[in-house]
């Protein structure tokens, strides 16, 4: 219920880096925790990460850690996704959400999807 807005997608080279962000609007996001996930063509949407109202508490699946970072940015009321290091395979639509989020995992509250942006990953 929540009005996030994903931006920042595009093109990139292997090996390259990107910044997505996820905006919100009417409401603060300090008090939420938020969470990025991604969807390839043919794909089940999968959970990339996410960061507790906390920007030092976040969460990351194996396939991402060490290379994608989760910040926020309270006076932009904008959370970010740094990604570096970018591989073929991160090639996803990306999409952002309330989310319950610890140390070891994450859910989405809610059912409903922004209309996310497209990171194409190729050469």
């Known amino acids: 219920q929540l009005q996030l807005v994903?931006?920042?997608?595009?093109?990139?080279?292997?090996?390259?880096?990107?910044?997505?962000?996820?905006?919100?609007?009417?409401?603060?996001?300090?008090?939420?925790?938020?969470?990025w996930f991604r969807q390839a063509p043919g794909k089940e949407r999968e959970a990339v990460g996410c960061i507790s109202s906390k920007d030092d508490s976040t969460y990351y699946v194996h396939s991402v850690k060490g290379r994608f970072t989760i910040s926020r940015d309270n006076a932009k009321n904008t959370v970010y996704l740094q990604?570096?290091?970018?591989?073929?395979?991160?090639?996803?639509?990306?999409?952002?959400?309330?989310?319950?989020?610890?140390?070891?995992?994450?859910?989405?509250?809610?059912?409903?999807?922004?209309?996310?942006?497209q990171v194409t990953v190729s050469s």
């Not at 920042?8 to 390259?16: D, N, R």
């Not at 290091?85 to 999807?113: F, I, N, Q």
């Open 6 to 35: 994903e931006s920042g997608g595009g093109l990139v080279q292997p090996g390259g880096s990107l910044r997505l962000s996820c905006a919100a609007s009417g409401f603060s996001l300090d008090g939420y925790a938020i969470g």
């Open 83 to 117: 990604m570096n290091s970018l591989k073929p395979e991160d090639t996803a639509v990306y999409y952002c959400a309330a989310c319950h989020c610890w140390d070891r995992g994450m859910s989405k509250k809610g059912r409903s999807w922004g209309q996310g942006t």
